[in-house]
């Protein structure tokens, strides 16, 4: 059944895709979406809602209930904002918040590979930082954010807390996942936005961008 209401939810997001430049929560369209559908859709809109929300706040509270001020209390306080609760399932599993969000979406069969990801998709990266201390790049699921918009080029616009910036958006793109920044018509485009925190002193390392340390999207609007 999930992936029928996936395939549905595709069909819609290639539609869309084609006609306009900027994958935004599309308008309804009642009467050609099932029930099923057009309660997902709208979720997706109410994620976009959620994600503007959360813009610049210095604290996380959603409705009386107060979420941690780091990257996956920045989700989980989105999600609230719509109205699902990600954590239910999280003293199933052991690790930091991000791992057991990626478990909990996994143990569903939410998690999915693409490079057009859709307006409330969840984004897993690894390595954005030495978690263990030991200088090898062996550190899996140590960042999270989610999908607010995806352009017909697939620049991906992600909400996510940044570690010096607090909660922003900033910029994905798997097709160019090497590429930072372009200069488009006289004005710099981050195509990429930088991932891996710097270290005082040093260059940056080989892998920092956020397309080179993706790990894979999570419908968590079907959980």
Known sequence: MRRL????????FVFYLWSCASIAPPPTRASSLSPTARETEDVRRKLAEGGNYVLGKQEL????KRFNMDCTGAVLAIYYY???DLTRDFNKYKGNGVTRLYRSLESEDLLYETQLPVTGDIIFWDNTYDRNEDGQWNDSLTHVGMVMNTSRDGTIEYVHLNYRKGIIIEHMNLRKSDVHRKLEKG???IVNSPMRMKQAGKDHPQNWLAGQLYKTFAMGYLF
């Open 5 to 12: 209401v996936y395939s549905i939810i595709s069909a819609i």
């Open 61 to 64: 509270v959603i409705r009386g």
């Open 187 to 189: 004005h710099i485009r």
């Open 82 to 84: 719509a109205g699902i």
